[in-house]
């Protein structure tokens, strides 16, 4: 593994990286950005486990829930600090997505969301920090991933975050929404044609296909943050002492102005 320098180098916004893996996290192919990034040749990356470029600051917990969500064959997202073949380190938002053939399509962006990716570096130091006294302790590195795991889930539940997978589901779309605000978009070229008219084409309508898509996931998101919101107070209402079963029963239906209200309570 590289010597970590501290060294520093980001990734651009328009910056679109990509690897595939086998079953095992194989690196079988990757592009030209991933290339430049990582600092590795081509052949160097082909055949070689993704986790050459893993961080040593990276909890193993981290890659834990990846695993064990790809396995169930969901899609996972996460944010990462790499470590490039020179030693220098770069940040991402990668989304890993299940293949038909069993391997793995890693995309990774830059991370533009500040916040959430500062509450992720929190977390991952916290796990790591966890994992490092399970080692020092006598666990081996599994049993000290499972330990960093714990942690991660302890760390969300403090955040009011229920899995990662609300933590991941929150991410994703405002990091998507995001890029695009900050991004230079399409290539508009009106003069274009043959091949590269038909890909700007194709590009763009897929483009407004995925923008309607985003504004219904915004709509989701929000309708859910006001269902939770809402649910909160609902508990705390319900906790009232006066709202028991026994002052339930005992309202009076025969009031035509009481019994909408009983109904409601009832429910």
């Not at 950005?33 to 993704?50: C, K, M, N, Q, T």
């Amino acid at each position: 593994m590289p010597q970590v320098t501290g060294a520093v180098h980001e990734v651009g916004v328009d910056q679109l990286f990509f690897s595939t893996t086998d079953a095992r996290g194989v690196i079988r192919h990757s592009n030209n950005v991933f290339i430049e990034l990582s600092r590795y040749r081509r052949d160097e990356l082909s055949g070689a486990p993704h986790n050459i470029i893993r961080h040593p600051e990276m909890p193993g917990g981290a890659f834990k829930a990846m695993w064990d969500t790809l396995k169930a064959g969901s899609p996972f997202a996460a944010y990462v600090r790499n470590l490039a073949a020179d030693g220098s380190e770069y940040d991402v938002f990668a989304t890993v997505t299940p293949l038909s053939d069993g391997g793995y399509l890693s995309v990774r962006t830059r991370p533009v969301c500040s916040d959430l990716f500062d509450t992720a570096c929190a977390i991952y130091r916290d796990a790591r920090a966890t994992e490092d006294q399970a080692i020092d302790g006598g666990a081996n590195r599994r049993a000290a991933a499972e330990e960093g795991l714990g942690r991660i889930a302890e760390m969300l539940a403090g955040a009011g975050l229920s899995s990662y997978e609300e933590f991941q589901n929150t991410a994703l779309p405002a990091e998507v929404a995001r890029r695009e605000e900050l991004s230079d978009g399409i290539p508009v070229r009106p003069d274009a044609a043959g091949d590269l008219r038909v890909m700007l084409d194709s590009v763009t309508r897929i483009a407004a296909g995925l923008d309607s898509w985003m504004s219904g996931q915004q709509q989701l998101a929000e309708l859910s943050a006001s269902l939770k919101a809402a649910g909160k107070g609902l508990t705390r209402t319900l906790e009232d002492p006066r709202l028991s079963v026994e002052h339930i029963a005992a309202l009076d239906r025969s009031d035509p102005r009481v019994k909408p209200l009983a109904d409601l309570l009832d429910l």
